[in-house]
């Protein structure tokens, strides 16, 4: 890249005169351009002045199409060029990712150099991964993963595409939070809107004739109708009031439109182009935002909202986060919980339709976002990364691995316990090792850093260290010194904190019970006990010993939200990690050693792999590296079925999506995590670094917890036909004689650290004189697999 090009894509379009030719921006969408006209056509648009924006669209099987090629489209008035790929039906989905590549190099050979690649879905990752380009952006618009029918493979895609991207824009806060903390260089984009567009509709627009026809007081949706709308919701609309028209504009997708209710109040117009939307709009008296609350719209950040705003209409929305977030502080916008509210609130902005006080605060707000000034903004974070490519490319871009790598005796996949442990051992032993982690840091999920306030954070939920072996403790304590900490729980019970594991100051303030011994605890729990026997399940372990009462106050909603099963489909194993107390001793563990690493786990960390036989790749996923970097042993510490493909079907992992937050406030809680039984929280706990860490400042750092089915694999599933599945696989590891699996998502257990480390000690001290000895007669030895 020249100075004049830098200076031109940091500038924009003012430098633009300088570049001799545009640098080529490639935008790889899920969406079609000439669909509906939202986030990438603004963006693209507006790239246009600086890139020859090139647009990407999912591949047409027309039929008859016997040979692969692409339809070329060009939108003038807009500057961008669109392809699409035409592909021959029939083919396996690596025979199109080829035929797709081989197009894209094809049309690419005739452009001026790729500077950017940008991506709306990382489905397109597999056959454009080796474009080479300055900078590689992933615009996150959607959860992709919560929508209805994802394809198969989207998250391990996003992962790879969070690994190769050097920047990601997300569409709104929630998303931002969600990906936040799965790279280091994440920036919330809000959707923003075209003001002078939407504001059309204020003024005297002539409304189409096919909704001029329509009377009554008319409530107007605009936008895609698919499985995020409330269709009940419209119905619901329609029904209470008979004089009122609903009217609903946007394509329907992935739901059967026959599955829409019919109503004769109720008018689903279909698509229509951008430029008639304000026309319609100035029709309404109410715009609608009828969103369901399910998975599929947790992280959504309408755009519809602005524009509504914008063509001088007062809104009605559910309770999504980021609506309410962004913009239910205004007078215009009214949120609504329940069907009923829903109602009331319309009847209420119909009402107050000719008090139009409400727009100044709203257009105010409007002010602060356009799509010009995200797209100067965007244009200058690209502009940084292009800058300083040289830097960034050495240390995590496929595209600049050596041709030729040095051969190390081991690849170790994973920089986390199983994987740092495993690694120090052999390299002890005199083998050169190679660490692999797609995660852009070290430690695995105890990676812990500072955040914004300065104060340490764990980055995937909160980690205590405590064991009774003397061996891990000791072995550790070569890498760290310790910060005695003993961990204190307590459970939110109706908004009164009590001690949990339960014990006997549990009880006395739950029931105000006066026990004053251990026996009496065990007959106060003996009178409510319901024995059960056989216990097999992780509801028989507690009815059994407490009852069903506290039971459910503890147990039931809390495990359900953690695993998203009920107690009763659990193996026991879960719930009886936590005991009930006849006593007063209310820590949460009462092993030997219980304390935190004293400047943290990450430092900790970087002193178990600081020996001159390991090198580390960070942001590299194993298949990458897999066969760049030669090696004769692997050790595998990611999950078991992944690494076979999948091939007898995916073993269920339990994650949690993780809310930091800083509070200007010196303590929120009186200790470090408060326990949230109640099934209606949406999260299990809420963690206080403070308390761990010893820090101390005015301000306070927190996590939320939220579990969830899809994301990153933390929890095995303890449940039989899970451990099936995993013997299974763990077959296929056995006869993997140059492989080594270890650690909790390799071996599927549900281990604490300091079982890890000590699998992985007793793991090494088994493969270690084997590999010595495959080192002098190579072809000798049998497969290991960790106990
Ligand atoms: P991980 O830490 O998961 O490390 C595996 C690494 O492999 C990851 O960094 C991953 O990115 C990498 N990887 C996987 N696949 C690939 C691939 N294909 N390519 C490249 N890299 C790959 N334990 C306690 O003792 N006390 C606690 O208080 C505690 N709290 C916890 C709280 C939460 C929310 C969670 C999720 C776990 C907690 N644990 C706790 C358990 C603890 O996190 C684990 O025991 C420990 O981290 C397991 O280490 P590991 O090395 O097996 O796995
Ligand atoms: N548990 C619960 N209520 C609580 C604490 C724990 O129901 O207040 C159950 C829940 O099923 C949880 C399991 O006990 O997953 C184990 O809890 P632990 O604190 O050991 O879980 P961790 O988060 O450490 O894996």
New binding site residues.
Partial sequence: MTKQGRESAAGAAVHQFTEPAPATLICFSHLRWRFVFQRPQHLMSRFAATYRVIFWEEAVHPEGCATPALQIDEDEANGVTILTPALPRGLSPAEEDAALGALLDAQLASLPPVAVRWYYTPMMLPFSAHVAAECTVYDCMDELAAFKNPPAGLLDRERELLAAADVVFTGGSSLYEAKKDRHDNVHAFPSSIDVAHFGAARGAVAEPEDQARIVGPKLGFCGVVDERMDVDLLAALADAHDDWSIVVIGPVVKIDPAALPQRRNLHFLGARDYAELPAYMSGWDVALMPFALNEATRFISPTKTPEYLAAGLPVVSTAIVDVVRHYGALEAVRIAGTAEDFVTACEAAIAGRDDLTWREAADEQLARGSWSSTALSMGALIAVERATRDTVEAIVSPTRWPAAAVRHDVMV???????AVMARQLAEAGFKVLV????PHVA???YDRRDDAGLLIHQ???????TNSDDVFGYLSRFTQWRPYEHRVLADVRGQLVPMPINRTTLNMLYDAGLESDDDVEAFLAARAEPVEPIRTSADVVVSRVGRELYETFFRGYTRKQWGLDPSELDKAVTARVPTRTDTDDRYFTDKHQAMPADGYTRMFEAMLDHPSIELLLG????QARDAYPHDHLVF???ID?YFGHRFGKLPYRS?QFRHETLEQEWLQPVAVVNYPDEAVPYTRITEYKHLTGDSAPATSLTY?YPSAEGDP??PIPREENQALFKRYEALAIAERDVTFV????TYRY??????VGQALATARRLIPRLHAEKVEPLVGTAVAAA
């Avoid at 995937?460 to 405590?466: A, E, L, Q, V």
């Fill in positions: 996949v994973g920089a986390g316990f199983a994987g692999v982690d797609r995660r695995g999920n105890a995937y939920g909160p980690h205590i260290f405590h590299v996923d194993y298949s510490t990611g999950p992944e949690l917890e933390y929890y650690g909790r998502l390799a281990y604490n650290m300091d079982q890890v």
